[in-house]
């Protein structure tokens, strides 16, 4: 099995809070990938360490075979990332910024004029191009961080919630060009609390709480973990598994300060 994204052991905490606790994940290559908790479970955590935004306090990140930390460059060629939480600059039109999104990922001129072409037709930003950002809707907002983080056509594209602010046509023209970017062999990891979403268009899933991975697997071997039954939707396996989680970290806290 081959896999773009490795995670092993890894830890991080804040201030004396644990947000990871020995988290280990694989991604596959050509597949759509959903990670899934609570708030606070680390999610978020978790995708800027493999981007480089953070450092963990130990463990080892390999992407595409290769470590992170002996290598912090060269790995980055091949993501594309959206944060939650998405800043642009507001005084560049968006031709502008996607100009300079793809001169820092070292695609040639040539190149970029196709890649804009092509993003601002395919995100329905044409008539934009010449906008400044700071006119722009959060929607177009959100489409333009996505087009500025697929300028290079990168193997990996890593996004945290990418459907918020999306209306629903864009939602869907979002699952169709990841599952597009799937048959043509590259990997989409996303980030989401949309657990209907993430049932319909993710290949496999990770459940993570408290900076642990619970399960992950595609959704008949989480339903065989959680013992749900084959009815089962992703959000009654979610919560199923998060409750035993949470019995077991109780119970595993009463036993570290004494109290069983």
């Known amino acids: 099995m081959t896999f773009i994204v490795e995670l092993i052991d890894v ?15 694989e991604v596959r290559k050509g597949e759509i990938f959903g990670l ?37 460059y060269e790995y980055k060629k091949l993501i594309g990332y959206v944060p939650e939480s998405v800043s642009l600059p507001d005084y560049l039109t968006v031709e502008e910024f996607l100009i300079y999104s793809g001169k820092i990922r070292g695609v040639s001129t040539k190149h970029i004029r196709e890649r804009i072409d092509h993003l601002t037709n395919l995100f329905e930003l044409e008539d934009k191009r010449r906008s400044l950002i700071v006119s722009l809707s959060k929607g177009m907002r959100q489409k333009v961080a996505i087009a500025s983080a697929l300028i290079h056509d990168p193997d990996l594209l890593i996004l945290d919630e990418p459907f918020i602010g999306i209306d629903p046509m864009g939602q869907h023209l979002l699952k169709e060009l990841f599952s597009e970017r799937v048959k043509d062999g590259k990997t989409v990891f996303i980030s989401t609390h949309m657990l209907d979403t993430a049932e319909r268009l993710c290949d496999r899933v990770a459940i993570i709480y408290k900076g642990q991975n619970v399960a992950s697997g595609d959704l008949k071997i989480l339903k065989q973990l959680s013992r749900t039954g084959e009815n089962a939707t992703l959000e009654e396996v979610f919560l199923k598994l998060i409750e035993e989680a949470e019995v077991k970290s109780t119970r595993d806290e009463m036993l570290k300060r004494g109290r069983l």
């Open 11 to 25: 830890w991080k905490s804040y201030n004396g809070i644990q947000a990871l606790r020995g988290l280990n994940l």
């Open 36 to 72: 899934i908790g609570p708030n606070g479970a680390g999610k978020t955590t978790t995708l800027k360490i493999i981007v480089g935004l953070l450092k963990m306090d130990r463990g080892l990140v390999k992407v595409n075979g290769v470590d992170i930390y002996e290598k912090p």
